[in-house]
Nanobody, 126 residues
Framework: QVQLEEAGGGLVQAGSSLRLSCVASGRAWSTYAAGWFRQAPGKEREFVASITWNGDNTFYADSIKDRFTISRDNSKNTAYLEMNGLKPEDTAVYYC???????????????????WGPGTLVTVSA
């Protein structure tokens, strides 16, 4: 099991960029797929992106593809979410997750994932 802590959220204007980070503790981190989800007020938690344990493959939600980039640095036990061209509809609490399952399945496993950070709030003003 791993413990996760997100950082980097804040209040920005539409069109701005932010980079979220997710620092993990636990030896298993480097062997786990990592992912990002977000939850807007009154909505369900939705998949944003995931990445394989070695960073070779990434997966994205259609709504953010070409604007967001997921990456990781296993030497720092950290995953990142680079967000460009932010829109007001990107406003949400962003959560990172990690799991031994395949990165391609992280989206489908949303309701059974065990490892979550507390989240970081991103607010995008128009």
């Amino acid at each position: 099991q791993v413990q996760l802590e997100e950082a980097g959220g804040g209040l920005v204007q539409a069109g701005s960029s932010l980079r979220l980070s997710c620092v993990a503790s636990g030896r298993a981190w480097s062997t786990y797929a990592a992912g990002w989800f977000r939850q807007a007020p009154g909505k369900e938690r939705e998949f944003v992106a995931s990445i394989t344990w070695n960073g070779d493959n990434t997966f994205y939600a259609d709504s953010i593809k070409d604007r967001f980039t997921i990456s990781r640095d296993n030497s720092k036990n950290t995953a990142y979410l680079e967000m460009n061209g932010l829109k007001p509809e990107d406003t949400a609490v962003y959560y990172c997750t990690a799991d031994p399952a395949a990165a391609s399945t992280i989206e489908a496993l949303r309701d059974v994932l065990d490892n979550w950070g507390p989240g970081t709030l991103v607010t995008v003003s128009a």
